[in-house]
């Protein structure tokens, strides 16, 4: 069965600082896969998606992604975290019911 | 505004009771899904809608259903409400296929008390 681990519940990065939010997927094709970042009371956002083709993927607010075969992973980056990036990140992989599945989620903290 | 409108944003009602969520998809858009968010469970699948259809079924209790009617809207039913299904439901949509991407809307948040 398809499924998605974050392993970070909650990392903390200082305003400026590089940022890396990993996620790991399980699934027996090519996946689809998604990233999708949600701000408190507020529904998710789409920030980037992998369908196929070039491994390094650029998606909105400064957001990178890369999706690695060999590691079955598709970790977030962003070179410099602004204030407003504190939210919720969610890594999704596309499901055979045609469906998303969700990981458990990364909050992000920002200290000034 | 992402384009897919659910109403209420909240709702309070007591154990025992039925409540109606309601989704309006993005404009164009085919399929609808629902989520339940939960601290403890995360985001979970419930059920998918295409044109009308029923598409997929995840953790859905015999308790919830749900339809997708003529002009696409859905609405998602839960009955004989318990304490644990205070959460937030989300209504997304997509052109066809997860495949997509979802849009989501902003969530309903229910409270059982």
């Known amino acids: 069965a398809q499924s998605v681990t974050q392993p970070d519940i909650h990392i903390t990065v200082s305003e400026g600082a590089s940022l890396e939010l990993r996620c790991n997927y399980s699934y027996g094709a090519t996946p689809y896969l998604f990233w999708y970042v949600q701000s408190p009371g507020q529904g998710l956002q789409l920030l980037l998606k992998?369908?196929?083709?070039?491994?390094l993927v650029q998606g909105i607010k400064g957001f990178e992604a890369e999706f690695k075969r060999s590691q079955s992973s598709f970790n977030l980056r962003k070179p410099s975290v602004h204030w407003s990036d504190a939210a919720e990140y969610f890594c999704?992989?596309?499901?055979?019911?045609?469906?998303?599945?969700f990981g458990k989620g990364t909050k992000l903290s920002v200290k000034p | 505004d992402s384009g897919v409108t659910q109403t209420p944003k909240h709702l309070i009602t007591a154990t025992g009771q039925r409540v109606t969520l309601r989704c309006s998809p993005r404009?164009?858009?085919?399929?609808v899904y629902w989520y339940q968010q939960s601290l403890d469970q995360g985001l979970q699948f419930l059920i998918q809608y295409y044109n009308g259809e029923e598409r997929a079924k995840g953790n859905i209790l015999e308790r919830f259903s749900a339809q997708q009617f003529p002009d696409l809207h859905s609405e998602l039913n839960l009955s004989s409400l318990e304490l644990g299904d205070s959460a937030l439901y989300f209504c997304a949509s997509s052109p066809q296929g997860a495949g997509y991407g979802y849009t989501f809307g902003s969530g309903t948040r229910l409270t059982v008390v």
């Open positions: 404009s164009g858009d085919l399929s």
């Open positions: 999704a992989v596309g499901g055979s019911q045609g469906n998303l599945i």
């Open positions: 992998y369908f196929s083709g070039d491994t």
